[in-house]
Structure formats: structure tokens, C-alpha cells
């Protein structure tokens, strides 16, 4: 039974910064895709970033380029996702994610499998 648990969130004031963590667990498969996805409030789900577990290929939402960075290590089984320069409009629930795949590289529109329960980012102003 694959598991996801985020942890690393919580309140910030803009310009700072986070790393949430994601500790996965029964995910038995050749390979995986792990993603972050967040969502406001009162807003769709959007994908954040996503890394190959069978490397370092990494995809990234055109508009957080810059600013975060997706990262695992694979003998911790945890997925990192460092957040700098942090605005407001960061502000929502951060979910880990992953979708087990024979391909080399990896989509955020992808039907991702499994979900962690996510965990909260708030940026103040």
C-alpha cells in the first residue's frame, strides 16, 4: 500500500522561504513519477513540479521556474520541494504526489495515483 506523508509546512512572511518534505512508502513499482500539486482556496489544483524517480529529470510549472526546486533522495524515500522568495499568492494546501511509469520523463498531467493529506503553506505579506 503505497503512502504519502508531507510535512515542512506552515507560515511565512513573503520573501522567505520553506523545503516541504514528502515520506513515501510501498511504492514497489520500477519507477515512479512524484509531483508537488497545491491549491488555493476557491481555486483548481495546479501542479507545482514533478521528478523521475529513476533520475533527475525534473519538470517545472512556467511560472514558479526560479523560485522552487524539486529534489529526492531515494535512499530516505522522500521527495523535497525548497520554496524561496515566497508571495502571498503561494498561499494554499501543497499535496505530494506520485504515478508509477515506464517512461524516462514525467507530465503534471499525468492521472497521478496516489496522494499524500497535504500539507499548509501561508504567506503573509
Known amino acids: 500500500q503505497v503512502q504519502l506523508v508531507e510535512s515542512g509546512g506552515g507560515s511565512v512572511q513573503a520573501g522567505g522561504s520553506l523545503r516541504l518534505s514528502c515520506r513515501a512508502s510501498?511504492?514497489?513499482?520500477?519507477?515512479?513519477?512524484l509531483a508537488w500539486f497545491r491549491q488555493a482556496p476557491g481555486k483548481e489544483r495546479e501542479g507545482v513540479a514533478t521528478?523521475?524517480?529513476?533520475?533527475?529529470?525534473?519538470l517545472y510549472a512556467d511560472s514558479l521556474k526560479g523560485r522552487f526546486t524539486i529534489s529526492q533522495d531515494n535512499a530516505k524515500n522522500t521527495l523535497y520541494l525548497q520554496m524561496n522568495d515566497l508571495k502571498p499568492e503561494d498561499t494554499a494546501m501543497y499535496y505530494c504526489?506520485?504515478?508509477?511509469?515506464?517512461?524516462?520523463?514525467?507530465?503534471?498531467?499525468?492521472?497521478?495515483?496516489?496522494w499524500g493529506q497535504g500539507t499548509q503553506v501561508t504567506v503573509s505579506s
Open positions: 521528478i523521475h524517480t529513476g533520475g533527475t529529470s525534473t
Open positions: 510501498g511504492l514497489t513499482d520500477i519507477s515512479y513519477c
Open positions: 504526489a506520485a504515478v508509477s511509469t515506464y517512461g524516462l520523463a514525467c507530465s503534471l498531467k499525468y492521472g497521478y495515483q496516489y
